[in-house]
């Protein structure tokens, strides 16, 4: 941690670390350190302003869907408001890190499974069109029940 660019917020005991001006927004004057939801989060916590929600990906479960061995990775919904957790993407390619581009699609870091390649894919987050360089792909696969 560099003491000249970072800094402690609101307090030198506070678990927040500032490495920016722009963060002292998403923090507000008095933030809080709290559990919010119990839920399995892995990796790829992504804040959506505008449903005021946070994305994230679920820990690899062992699905044995297509193949015996194949795993799957959810994306999870957590509304801040009403702590609800929903499932926003019940089966990807074995997502991994994301965040938001420029235009509020979601890139995400694909791992790939023993059928499917891993690659970087951008979702619109309203009609969950997925693409990859460019390319439309097909939807991510659906587990069977």
Known sequence: MNPVTARRHPSDDSPFVVYSPEFLEVLGPSPEYAIVANVNAHEGPVYVKDWDAILFTTV??????PNSGNRNVSIGR???ASREVSTFVEATNM???MTLDRNGD???CEQGTRTTTAGISRMNLETRERRR???LVRAFVQLAE
Do not use: C, E, M, R
């Open 106 to 108: 979601l890139l995400i």
């Open 95 to 97: 997502a991994n890190g």
């Open 60 to 65: 690899p479960v062992t699905t044995n869907v």
């Open 133 to 135: 360089g460019g390319q």
């Open 78 to 80: 957590l509304d801040v």
